[in-house]
């Protein structure tokens, strides 16, 4: 059900975070449906490729966006199963989005390009990292018994979590036009035709699955209710801070570690 | 029993023809011999029955037992496989003059070490296996480094020797189980930094990431692939031993497989040298196994399967990456990253050989890589739930930064070398090597592809209960095979009758880039070597930039390893420096030394007289 979910309504994440930003900034903004109406348009174009690339360009969204559908039907939605559910899923739902990660790093430097391979460098310091504090997010959920003080740690280190991975502000600016300062959009830049639709489709997958994920661990009655409620939070919050220096980001990362290890440590403290 | 020791004997008696004037009797004596080895192994892991013999010899010692138990015919047939595939590449690799001896001393020794249960001859065949090693790794020593690394690897493996002599010592002639010897603390710690230097265990690894780049490829996997897991063999043997485990054990095999799967994963990061970034980065995965092990010995079962497992999952994958490896030094004639480039394009089987490595032991779905991190973390999260779950903590925080940094690390192996431009010409003109060296890759894809299907009932033989999650894995797994496929499908037919332009890369619409404006190996890791650079002591030396129209600069950068620069050499400098001053004594006038004996026996008297 969640999957379903998810194909459908994916897109419209980046929409809610768009209008809630225009909402700020007093402007009318993009349609709600604008991505759906980008993924058409570049679903019906040709494709321009570098002569530097090999099959991995033409290849890599493809795989990446398999993981990102694959990785829909190991999560759970408030009340909606997930459609393959065994005892750890979460963990192959991690393994799949380092499978995207790996697909989209790989395109970025067959195209020899210096920017992109840039971006793939950072992605990767900044997947690293990343990875390490979802696990122990994930590890202090699967502990179980969550009190209040937990939650509310494993809430914010989750939230950090979500803004690096999803490349929004303070992480990553998909708004911005400068090659040099992007992590994400940078990697993307041979992309073209129906791959940009892939990679584009992708990124709102995986959005939609660490926030159904998010909702999951943290309060899965809220169901639905509450991947709206992070598409909006992710809109004040790109509206009211700017985007972090990027050597600053491994703290940021480091701090959302940090606040779930402890999240952890006050667990293990807890008699049971 | 008796084709086991066929098969040695085969081993033997090839690598003794090959020293005359034909050299096929070495390749031919050897894959029969292997062959027989293996199929020995796979009846006894079938059947669960265990070949003895007992051999006499002429030394005051008791005769030699050899058993093939189940422990032994795991390793017997990764070995002998393993062995076989790189035996095949060495055909091609080597052209007029293989090492065959060495090869064969080096993997019969091997396999004698697997049977023998008498410490004596244990140490024996282990000795042979060590040098055999030795003059394997030399074998190109006009060169001052590969002399240097040769050197580097026996002194290590000597000192290891030295504690398992005294291991041996205190554990007694028999290696089989009979009641708790009396030193069990001593043994393990002894066995623990004697089989660990095998291994490449942090802190005792500095060998390794020295002499596997200057090996010849194809040794280079054997002894990766091959020989470091006989240092977990010793280990998982002589703990066979000594009864029940007190949790100091298992915690000393979690902090130092955690030290060495990061200590490994950084330092590989950080290396310009392909092979030498796979040394370190079996240093890793030595240390993931050890992880396994760690939480075996604190009580959960699936630890030590899920070593095992990845015992088997590092070799196959690890050989195949050196044998690509070697693939890519014998076309472009260089391991240095910062000079390759291009190579898919160039070397397009080696190419997609290595990406199924790279991904593999990245740990990426659907690999066997990813299997067996998988279960790591499941171990983990099993011991997290439990009443004490500082272990699980501890084992999950290290396996999941190692899982992240090895991504950045195989996508830096892989992206770097083989996508993008070539940044030399003799990368330029690299082809793929020929089918010989090919067929030997592509065999090793197929088995870890097959490892992976067959990785269910793998860990069901290995004694461990299923249901942890592996067999949904591997449905999504063939799933994701489908969408990935059908998606393709979707874009090849919306492309189609559509224009699709071939143009340069888009650099900010500059039109001219050339490989020396390309992103390199060293400015790709860069933002992670720097994160953790208290730990790396990475070292630039650069010019000075002046002027407005700057003239020529320089740039070198090296990572030495911290342990050899730090504690190892000064320690060395120390005993040499010891060894010095004990030379006044030791002038060659023996009349002097005849004082010497005659005061000691004097003092001998006196002590006893007392």
């Known amino acids: 059900m969640n999957t379903l979910a998810a194909v459908l309504c994916a897109p419209l994440l980046a929409g809610i975070i768009n209008k809630v930003k225009a909402w700020f900034a007093g402007r009318q903004g993009p349609s709600l449906w604008q991505l759906y109406r980008d993924l058409w348009r570049l679903l019906g174009k040709g494709a321009v490729y570098s002569q530097t690339s090999t099959w991995v360009l033409r290849l890599a969204p493809s795989v990446g966006l398999a993981c990102c559908l694959l990785a829909t039907t190991l999560v759970p939605l408030g009340g909606w199963p997930a459609l393959l559910h065994f005892p750890n899923a979460w963990l192959l739902m991690l393994g799949l989005l380092a499978l995207q990660r790996f697909s989209l790093v790989l395109a970025a430097l067959d195209t020899g390009s210096s920017f992109e391979g840039m971006g793939a460098s950072r992605e990767v310091q900044l997947g690293a990292l990343a990875e390490l504090g979802l696990l122990l997010c994930g590890a202090v959920a699967a502990r179980g018994d969550l009190t209040q003080p937990v939650l509310l740690l494993l809430a914010a280190a989750l939230f950090l979590l979500f803004l690096a991975e999803t490349a929004r502000v303070p992480v990553d600016d998909p708004n911005t036009h400068l090659e040099l300062t992007m992590i994400h959009e940078v990697m993307v830049l041979d992309a073209s035709g129906p791959d940009l639709a892939f990679v584009l489709y992708a990124a709102a997958l995986k959005m939609w699955v660490l926030a159904s994920w998010m909702v999951a661990l943290l309060y899965p009655a809220a169901g639905p209710v509450g991947i709206v409620a992070v598409a909006v939070l992710v809109g004040v919050v790109e509206s009211s801070t700017a985007r972090l220096r990027l050597v600053r980001l491994p703290q940021l990362l480091l701090s959302a570690v940090a606040l779930a290890g402890l999240g952890m440590l006050l667990l293990v403290e807890a008699p049971r | ?610």
């Not at chain 2, 299997?371 to 009443?387: K, Y």
Request: neutral net charge.
């Open chain 2, 1 to 610: 029993m008796p084709e086991l020791l066929t098969g040695l004997g085969l081993l033997l008696l090839g690598g003794l023809l090959s020293l005359g004037r034909w050299r096929w009797p070495g390749f031919l004596g050897g894959m029969t011999g292997l062959a027989l080895l293996l199929a020995g192994a796979a009846q006894e892991l079938l059947t669960h029955h265990q070949p003895r013999a007992t051999l006499d010899w002429t030394l005051p010692a008791p005769p030699v037992d050899l058993v093939l138990d189940d422990l032994s015919a795991f390793f017997l047939l990764a070995s002998a496989g393993l062995g076989m595939v790189a035996f095949l590449y060495a055909r091609s690799y080597f052209g007029e003059r293989p090492p065959w001896f060495f090869l064969n001393l080096m993997l019969g020794s091997l396999a004698f070490v697997l049977l023998c249960r008498s410490t004596l001859a244990f140490l024996i065949a282990w000795e042979v296996m060590a040098l055999a090693a030795f003059f394997l790794v030399t074998r190109d020593d006009e060169q001052r480094e590969v002399r240097r690394a040769g050197w580097i690897y026996l002194a290590a493996t000597h000192l290891g020797t030295f504690f398992l002599m005294g291991c041996f010592v205190a554990l007694g002639p028999e290696l089989t189980a009979n009641g708790v010897p009396e030193h069990a603390s001593a043994v393990f710690w002894l066995a623990l930094i004697g089989f660990g230097t095998k291994a490449g265990l942090v802190p005792v690894h500095v060998w390794l990431p020295e002499a596997h780049p200057v090996a010849p490829s194809p040794v280079s996997a054997l002894m990766s692939g091959v020989m470091i897991n006989m240092g977990l063999y010793g280990l998982l043997r002589v703990l066979s031993c000594l009864g029940p485990a007190p949790s100091s054990w298992g915690w000393a095999l979690l902090v130092v497989g955690s030290l060495s799967a990061l200590g490994g994963v950084l330092f590989a990061l950080a290396q310009r040298n392909l092979k030498q970034m796979l040394a370190y980065s079996s240093v890793e995965n030595m240390g993931l196994v050890a992880i396994g092990l760690g939480l075996g010995l604190l009580g959960y079962p699936l630890g030590t399967a899920v070593a095992m497992l990845h015992i088997l999952a590092h070799g196959v994958l690890k050989t195949l990456l050196f044998l690509g490896a070697g693939a890519v030094l014998h076309q472009a004639h260089t391991c240095d990253i910062e000079r390759t480039g291009g190579l898919l394009r160039r070397m397009p089987v080696t190419g997609l050989t290595f990406l199924l490595g790279a991904a593999g032991l990245a740990g990426l779905p659907p690999l066997n890589g990813f299997v067996t991190e998988f279960l790591l973390l499941v171990t983990s999260l099993e011991a997290i739930r439990s009443s004490a779950p500082l272990p699980g903590l501890f084992a999950l925080g290290s396996v999941g930064l190692v899982a992240g940094l090895s991504l950045a690390l195989f996508s830096k192996a892989f992206g770097i070398v083989f996508l993008g431009e070539p940044r030399s010409t003799q990368a330029e003109r690299a082809v793929d090597p020929p089918a010989g060296m090919l067929a030997p890759m592509v065999l090793l894809c197929l088995t870890a592809i097959a490892l992976t299907a067959a990785s269910p009932w793998l860990l069901e033989h290995l004694g461990a209960d299923l249901g942890a999650g592996l067999t949904g894995c591997l449905q999504a797994f063939a799933l994701l095979g489908g969408l990935a496929g059908a998606l393709f499908g979707l874009r090849v037919l919306l492309l189609q009758g559509r224009p699709q332009a071939s143009e340069p890369t888009w650099d900010c619409g500059y039109r001219a880039a050339t490989a020396r404006m390309e992103y390199t190996g060293l400015s790709y890791s860069q933002p992670l070597t720097d994160l953790f650079g208290s730990l790396l002591h990475h070292r630039v030396r650069q010019g000075r930039i002046q002027g407005i129209f700057p003239s020529e600069t320089s740039f070198s950068d090296s990572t030495p390893d911290l342990l050899e620069d730090e504690v190892y050499l000064p320690l060395l400098r120390a005993g040499e420096r010891l060894a010095h001053a004990l030379r006044r004594i030791q002038h060659g006038r023996v009349q002097a030394y005849i004082l010497y004996i005659l005061v000691t026996l004097a003092g001998l008297l006196a002590w006893s007289a007392r």
